[in-house]
């Protein structure tokens, strides 16, 4: 098979954290990773908006030569997934399929909460992908979460104290026995360590980017080689970054969520 | 003297406060209010971004017929009130240098901590515009507190640790003999009731948002009428809003900043 050429696209760093898990499950691949900085946060603009954005961005990794696209992005996902699909002319994966799909999977009781922004809780895109599968679904918006991420706040007392808050309105009143909480947003995998800690103990935490990896690669059909080491296998993704806004940032900030340090990044302007 | 046409501009719902003040002080005047929600915040955009949005504003806002401009937004003054002024062919008023002759008026040790966005900070332009007038200043970026104040926690627990938080970290180090507080950025005057419980009881707070409004007063030389009461002032400005994301959006948050309830907002399309 050709070595396959994946466009990643998000409004801003959160899609890091789903580069990151594509690169360790499908190392043999190039990247090409779209970061709409100028114009983030998506999470609290509306759905027009959001997918004219998310087309744009589209249009321009196709042009750069992806054969596959993924909307490392919730909300993008979440508000303008059909007219991705309808831009694109390659195969597009979104991170709430795959992310409503292990939610389900995991959960016993089929009673699951799911916590994002704004904008992904207002278009009930996971609330509609679970309840086709059978499940009771509580949604959450966490406005503050990505912030505190952005400050570096990742594993601070008052992070851990708005989640709690967070939680206890999620699991509370009548969601007691849900059993999975599923993290709809890219930035939370950087929040895994405070969330588990302030989570009731029973629940399982299921992640949109780990499980979005797995479906790439599902749809790849591509099998891992057998047990290589994290480094080694990151060291055979191709990756180039683009960003909207300052390059500079993008390295300082993006390192964080990628995992990694970040080196070339290219400006783009879109022509507002 | 004809009737003023004010045309007030910020990147979202902060400048609507420097429109209160406006609204209170010169009643008699026609106000647009451009928000450039779409694109919101500014707080963490490059230089770059911001004067490039803060023109296409400032030209919608000529072309509406605004014979005035007061950029209601510290990122867009601090980072493109150069730009901005070359673009305009109307007087233009920013929000840093009212805030910062106010501040340097206040202050009786000649030091002053000056909180705002990551973007503001990283200007130095109340930095430069306090020490032009010997004023020695610490500067403090507070990222959180805009969300804070989104998510409407204005008065909540967490903001006020969240708060004590930054202004300890603002007035320590060489600072605790500071004795003004400026606050450099237009979302937070509603925080005034908790940065007022936790600051420095010596302090006083400078609004920019009211020397704002002061300053444009005296640049049209309007002199406010014998004590009416400010229900009274307000109804006589007319005020026209434009947002470039949701209008519902805008009707509902934009409201608790004007501190009272807003009707008519045009959608705005600037052709991205």
Known sequence: MRRPSIGVFDSGFGGLTVLKELAAVIPAADYLYFGDTARLPYGSKSAETVARYAVEATHFLQQHGANMLVIACNTATALAFDKIVRAAQIPV????????????????????????????VA???????LQARGVDVREKACPLLVPLVEEGWTEHAVTEQISRIYLQEAFGDGFQSADVLLLGCTHYPLLKTVVRRVAPAHIAIVDSAEATAQAVAELLKFKPPPTPSADERRQFARIKFFATDSVEKFRRLGGRFLGQPIEDVQHVDLKE
Chains 1, 2 share one sequence.
């Open 123 to 129: 278009s009930h895109a996971y609330l509609k992908a």
């Open 93 to 120: 994966v979104g991170v709430v399929e795959p992310g409503a799909e292990r939610a389900a999977a995991s959960s016993k009781n089929q009673k699951v909460v799911v916590i994002g922004t704004e904008a992904t």
